[in-house]
C-alpha cells in the first residue's frame, strides 16, 4: 500500500515539474500589467500624482511621482518580457515598501489590517521574484542559455524546448 502511494505521489511531482514554469510567468504577467498600466497612468498625471506624494511629505514629491512612475512602467513591462526580472522586482519592492511607510501604515492598527493590504501582497510575489527569477518562459532565462553556451541568440524552437 505505501508503495502504490509513493509512486502516485512521484508521479504527481513528475507531472507537476513540467509545467513549473506557469508558476513565475503568471505572476510576471500580472504584475507586468498592473505595474505597467499605473505607471503609465501616473506618468500621464504627474501634477495629481506629486500633490499626493506632497500630502504624505514624500521629499521633492514632483521627482519621486516621475521617478515612481518611470520604474513602475519600466519595471512593469520588464516582468511581461522577463527581462531583468530580479533588478524591476527589487525596484518595484522597494516601491511597495514605501508605499506601505508612507500611504497605509498611518492607517493600520496591526499585522492583520497590514496583511490585508494589496501591497503586501505585490510585496511579497516582488520579494518571490527577485529569489526565484523569471522562470523557464522568460527572456531572462533564454538569454541566460543563449550566454552561457557561447553561443548565437536561442531560436523559437529552443524558446519552446526551454518551456517544456
Known sequence: MFALIKSACDRTLDMLRTVEWVGPLMVRLVLGVV?????????????????????????????????????????????????GTRVA????????VVAIWTAKLPDLHGVVDLAGTIELAYLASFVWLVVHGGGAASLDRLLGRSISRGTEPVTALDAGRAIA
Not at 500633490?51 to 519595471?75: K, N, R, Y
Not at 522586482?89 to 511597495?96: C, E, P, T, V, Y
Open 89 to 96: 522586482a527589487l525596484l518595484l519592492a522597494g516601491i511597495m
Open 35 to 83: 505595474f505597467a498600466t499605473t505607471g503609465w497612468g501616473k506618468l500621464h498625471n504627474l501634477d495629481t500624482v506629486g500633490g499626493f506624494f506632497d500630502s504624505l511629505g514624500i521629499p521633492a514629491p514632483h521627482a519621486t511621482a516621475m521617478l515612481v512612475s518611470t520604474i513602475e512602467l519600466v519595471g512593469g513591462v520588464m516582468l511581461l518580457v522577463g527581462l
